[in-house]
């Protein structure tokens, strides 16, 4: 989905410092982080889904929750289903969110 | 070839006629719709809600009916997801698939709605008559009804 150059199989990179991702939250997700989304500026040493993950568990009682199953939790790079290895370097958009109850 | 998300009912036999008219070279059709069950384990429901990521939903919902056109000889198809409040015997999701000869619209349908359970950014919240509300979990079903497909589908192209 996203136009910036980033070749599946690249190993995980830093991203660039400060880059900014939209990230969204759905269903439990949503109702226990208490938004359904926001900007972020990622950290220097977050450079993959699943250690933002583990960042934005780190962010208050609410985060610790919602991500409290982070085996759990599932996670979208850009509007694309993504493993936690995914890196981050070059998204816009990041969301979390329970297994899908579709149908 | 087309999907839908809306939140108001859809009308299966109009969409039917919509897809056959003019045409001759279809063969079979086959609809699958699903529907707001009225309890969960004995206890009544009052409610359904279905929340989505609008955008995501749409591309993935392109993407699993893009898949389908590659595995099975579809003339065409269409997937129509409904969002927000239903009620119990309400209509949640259709999925018309049209084909020459009948196995193909069968199987389309079947690997249509496996995809679109695992895979599609939906999710369901039952709210009961004392206003608890529950997100319901995946099942693991599901899932082991959507690994089937990852072996070659028996009218592949």
Sequence with gaps: MSSDAMTVGDAPTAASAGQRVTVRYFAWVRERVGRAEEQIALPADVATVGELARWLATRGPEYAEAFRRADVVRAALDQVHVKPSAPLAGAREVAFFPPVTGG | ?157
Excluded at chain 2, 28 to 41: I, K, M
Excluded at chain 2, 147 to 156: N, V
């Design chain 2, 1 to 157: 070839m087309a999907v839908r998300v809306q939140q108001e009912p859809f009308e299966a036999a109009a969409e039917i006629q919509a897809l056959t008219r003019g045409r001759t070279d279809v063969g079979g059709v086959v609809t699958f719709t699903g529907l707001v069950r009225g309890d969960v384990a004995g206890r009544p429901l009052v409610s359904l809600t279905l929340e989505h990521y609008p955008g995501m939903t749409e591309a993935e919902l392109g993407r699993i009916e893009a898949e389908a056109r590659v595995r099975f000889e579809l003339l065409d198809c269409l997937v129509v997801h409904r969002v927000g409040s239903l009620q119990p015997g309400e209509e949640i999701v259709l999925v018309v698939t049209l084909s020459q000869h009948r196995q193909a619209a069968f199987e389309a349908a079947e690997f249509l709605m496996d995809f679109l359970k695992t895979r599609a950014p939906f999710w369901k919240k039952e709210t009961f008559a004392d206003g608890e509300g529950n997100w319901v979990d995946a099942r693991d079903s599901d899932s082991a009804a959507q690994a089937r497909w990852d072996g070659a589908s028996a009218i592949q192209k």
